[in-house]
């Protein structure tokens, strides 16, 4: 059949330009069906491309929610669990970042990650699967509730018997997955924005609908009601999420622009003809004049205590050498902490130095949501430092940030603002310098006679990694919650407009980390180690606080003996035969 035209379809047409009468048109219709045919294929080709890519869209969700298997970019050092005696161990070198699109968007994460990363290797699911389940994302937006439908009179009352909290982890009855809610705080921060913000927990990808019920407090000292204003909120996960099923969420509800006063209670409810299940009360720092208190006011945030935590005196070096470094302040979650641990913190909290707030939340840690739900925390204790405090560090217990030439963080904060102008530092990032716990004791540890001082882990560690971390891997930040909209457990994920994280050179301060080898064995003390005893600097004003701290709490608390290192105590030993 091949005819004179060879490579057929449309090129042949000029190809055969010479061509007689009756063959010309033949060769020409011959063509033009060829050509129709390729179209056609082609136009077959998409459409099949499109059903396969349309049903991935709509069914990663449901394979997410069922085996925790996402699309995104994987963390590949996480390892289920922990190990005994390592709290803090955490791989996580490698996040997944979940990619902003703004909250509230219908197109979400997956489908974004679907649409970039060809479904990410997954089995494209069956095309008669997508018929017997029909996508739920669509359904979503048919709601027939429009706020202005809502006569609010008719709707469920202020619910007295709910217990009123400012941080507690409340449910929201009646959604299909779980969602928490825990704090809620008044931010008018970005010009024309008057929100109410909730800290919360839930779904991760396609988080569910739900309303803020907005109460605003009417009446006289004698009697009061709450009148209500009730509008949708905005979901959105919390960008740090390792791709679990539920992670930390932002809900925020608009305030109506007709109204001046802000609502002194919200409750978050699935629909607004629900019985409101929760009543948080809502934050409203120094709303009026938005200046921060005069000088520094630093704030420390730590992750909830978990694994009934109770180093005491790993918990009351962190609380006095952090006031050393000029801390005034710490808030605290509490996951589940141990009796001597519990009493410290409850003393401390009398003395009005601590916050401890309760964490019981109802999700699997690890395989639900990521460490207890960290971000929340971090979160939490951003906003509630909001106005409170000019500065707070996100640190954990066996962290310190260590200025090299300046004694506190207020001076070093000062020092590097004098000479680099921190006016537009939203945060400032230290990095991360590990002093392995395998390394042996400091040289001077061998005629340390005194056993509060032998105890704490900043005299006795003071070998560390040559090598610094980059920052943001395992660096820890400064930031200044007035400007913050969203922490991270390495760095701010965002400032508001205008301020951005400043990176502290080495030389200033670094994040002394103590702990043991990362990655599990001993082999990381092979790397490269100088002796680094900056933190000498504080090591006789450290012992005597801890000592007076333990000498006060000790039978308060049933402190436990401290002993010298065993070592040291057979040498000590030894000593007492030669004097004989
Ligand atoms: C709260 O009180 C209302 C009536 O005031 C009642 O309908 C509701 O069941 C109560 N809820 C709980 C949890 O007790
Ligand atoms: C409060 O109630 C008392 C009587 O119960 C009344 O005498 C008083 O005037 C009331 N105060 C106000 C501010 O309404
Ligand atoms: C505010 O506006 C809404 C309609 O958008 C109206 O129903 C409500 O009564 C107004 N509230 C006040 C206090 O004016
Ligand atoms: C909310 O749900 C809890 C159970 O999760 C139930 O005990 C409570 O009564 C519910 N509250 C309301 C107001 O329906
Ligand atoms: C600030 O908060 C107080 C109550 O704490 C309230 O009376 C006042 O109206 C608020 N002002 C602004 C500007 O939001
Ligand atoms: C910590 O939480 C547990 C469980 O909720 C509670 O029993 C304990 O009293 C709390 N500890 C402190 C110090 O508040
Ligand atoms: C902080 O350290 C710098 C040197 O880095 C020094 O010039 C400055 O005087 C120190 N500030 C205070 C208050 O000690």
């Given at each position: ?102 909250g ?60 009123l909290t400012e941080g507690s982890w409340q ?10 809610v825990f704090s809620a705080f008044f931010d008018q921060r970005r010009k024309g924005q008057r929100i109410i913000r909730v800290i919360g ?11 803020c019920r907005l109460w605003y407090k ?8 709450h009148?209500?204003v009730?509008v949708?909120a905005k979901?959105?996960?919390i ?9 930390a969420c932002f809900a925020t509800c608009a305030l109506p622009a007709?109204r001046t006063t802000i609502p002194s209670t919200v409750s978050v ?9 929760n009543l948080l009360v809502v934050h409203n720092g120094n709303n009026e004049t938005h200046t921060p208190p005069p000088g520094y006011k630093f704030g420390v945030c730590v992750k ?22 000029g801390v005034e302040h710490f808030t605290f979650y ?15 909290e009398?003395n009005g130095m601590v916050r401890l707030l309760p964490w ?15 971000f929340a925390a971090l979160n939490d204790c951003m906003y509630r430092s909001m106005y409170k405090f000019t500065h707070v560090a996100l640190i ?13 963080l207020p001076?070093?904060v ?8 921190l006016h537009s530092a939203g945060a400032l ?48 930040y400064i930031c200044r919650p007035e400007v913050a909209v969203e922490a991270g457990?390495?760095?701010v994920w965002e400032l508001l407009p205008g301020y951005?994280t ?79």
């Amino acid at each position: 059949m091949g005819s004179s035209s060879g490579g057929g379809g449309i090129i042949g047409i000029n190809g055969v330009g010479s061509g007689g009468g009756t063959k010309k048109k033949y060769t020409t219709f011959r063509s033009r069906q060829r050509a129709n045919l390729s179209f056609f294929l082609v136009v077959m080709f998409f459409a099949v491309f499109g059903i396969i890519v349309f049903t991935e869209v709509f069914f990663i969700d449901e394979r997410n929610a069922g085996t925790g298997s996402g699309v995104l970019i994987r963390h590949a050092g996480y390892q289920h669990g922990y190990r005994k005696g390592q709290e803090y161990d955490e791989n996580e070198d490698y996040i997944s970042i979940r990619m902003g699109l703004g909250g509230g968007a219908m197109m979400n994460d997956e489908t974004l990650g679907a649409l970039l990363l060809g479904g990410g290797g997954g089995v494209p699911p069956a095309v008669a699967a997508a018929r017997a389940n029909p996508p739920l994302p669509l359904l979503l937006d048919t709601l027939p509730l429009n706020s202005k439908d809502l006569i609010e009179t008719q709707l469920p009352p202020y619910p007295d018997n709910s217990t009123l909290t400012e941080g507690s982890w409340q449910n929201v009855n009646g959604t299909k997955y779980k969602f928490f809610v825990f704090s809620a705080f008044f931010d008018q921060r970005r010009k024309g924005q008057r929100i109410i913000r909730v800290i919360g927990a839930t779904k991760t990808r396609g988080p569910e609908r739900v309303w803020c019920r907005l109460w605003y407090k009417i009446g006289d000292g004698n009697s009061t009601a709450h009148i209500s204003v009730t509008v949708p909120a905005k979901v959105w996960a919390i960008r740090e999420n390792w791709n679990l099923k539920y992670s930390a969420c932002f809900a925020t509800c608009a305030l109506p622009a007709n109204r001046t006063t802000i609502p002194s209670t919200v409750s978050v409810v699935a629909h607004p003809r629900d019985p409101p299940g929760n009543l948080l009360v809502v934050h409203n720092g120094n709303n009026e004049t938005h200046t921060p208190p005069p000088g520094y006011k630093f704030g420390v945030c730590v992750k909830p205590l978990h694994f009934d935590y109770n180093r005491e005196i790993q918990m009351l070096e962190f609380l006095e050498l952090n006031r050393l470094l000029g801390v005034e302040h710490f808030t605290f979650y509490n996951h589940t902490i141990g009796p001597q641990v519990s009493c410290i913190l409850r003393d401390y909290e009398t003395n009005g130095m601590v916050r401890l707030l309760p964490w019981r939340l109802n999700m699997v840690s690890q395989k639900e949501i990521r460490t207890e739900g960290l971000f929340a925390a971090l979160n939490d204790c951003m906003y509630r430092s909001m106005y409170k405090f000019t500065h707070v560090a996100l640190i954990d217990l066996d962290e310190y940030i260590v200025p090299r030439y300046n004694y506190t963080l207020p001076q070093l904060v000062e020092h590097l603002d004098r000479r680099g102008n921190l006016h537009s530092a939203g945060a400032l990032s230290f990095q991360n310098a590990f002093f392995y716990l395998q390394w042996s004791d400091d040289e001077s540890l061998h005629s340390e006679s005194d056993s509060v001082a032998a105890s704490l882990v900043t005299v006795r560690k003071t070998r560390r990694r040559a090598k610094l971390h980059p920052h943001k891997q395992r660096s820890k930040y400064i930031c200044r919650p007035e400007v913050a909209v969203e922490a991270g457990n390495h760095f701010v994920w965002e400032l508001l407009p205008g301020y951005q994280t400043k990176n502290v050179h080495a030389d200033q301060a670094i994040l002394h980390h103590y702990r043991v080898c990362e990655f599990g064995g001993d082999d990381c003390i092979k790397t490269t180690s100088v002796v680094d005893r900056t933190a000498y600097r504080y090591k006789i004003a450290l012992t005597e606080a801890v000592r007076s701290q333990y000498e006060r709490l000790k039978s308060k608390c049933h402190l436990s003996e401290l002993k010298l290192p065993k070592n040291q105590g057979l040498s000590k030993f030894f000593k007492l035969l030669q004097t004989r």
